[in-house]
């Protein structure tokens, strides 16, 4: 009987341990803990000037549509391995574009908390900058359609994905970084 107390006090311990480790999310709707490592790349941004929002927003969606595309026929993978629970350390971020009431418009990282029935949700992990009415930490929804790109940080500093990102950390720059 003892031998029996002793294996469930064991087990209890267990379990309690595991459920408290900060294992990886499983997008079931726990939250990521969303740290970088001191290591991981610079955002380099990247400002886009037009007559209008609406034609600034389409010459933005015109660059960088290949690299979205080619970020799209990656991100099932992704998606899969974040809602499997992606090892510890790694974080799993998704881009979108924001839009405030006056049409201007903002590329920025969500540190993605669940994906369910064509829905993310996560919060807002870029400073924001242009738009007005978001920040940083903002509880964010929206469609999987709106996705732009993909980010898999790892804790070493490396990447997967950020594709979209990667092709604007190398365009040429002039002073002002405006397109």
């Not at 600034?56 to 970020?71: C, D, G, N, Q």
């Amino acid at each position: 009987m003892r031998q029996l107390r002793l294996c469930a006090a064991a087990l209890s311990l267990l379990v309690a341990a595991c459920a408290t480790t900060g294992a990886p999310a499983s997008g079931t709707g726990r939250p990521q803990e969303g740290r970088l490592s001191p290591d991981a790349p610079a955002d380099r941004p990247f400002h886009v000037a037009g007559k209008s929002p609406a034609e600034a927003l389409a010459s933005w969606r015109a660059l960088i549509a290949p690299y979205v595309e080619k970020a799209w026929a990656t991100y099932p993978d992704a998606k899969r391995r974040y809602l499997a629970g992606l090892p510890p350390g790694e974080t799993f971020f998704v881009t979108t574009i924001l839009a405030d009431s006056a049409g201007r418009f903002e590329q920025v990282f969500i540190l993605v908390d669940r994906i369910e029935d064509g829905v993310v949700t996560g919060r807002i992990f870029s400073d924001v900058a242009t738009v007005h009415g978001f920040k940083p930490q903002d509880v964010y929804r929206f469609k999987e359609s709106e996705i732009v790109d993909w980010l898999i940080s790892k804790p070493d500093g490396s990447e997967e994905g950020n594709l979209v990102g990667k092709f604007i950390d190398n365009l040429p720059r002039r002073s002002d970084a405006r397109l």
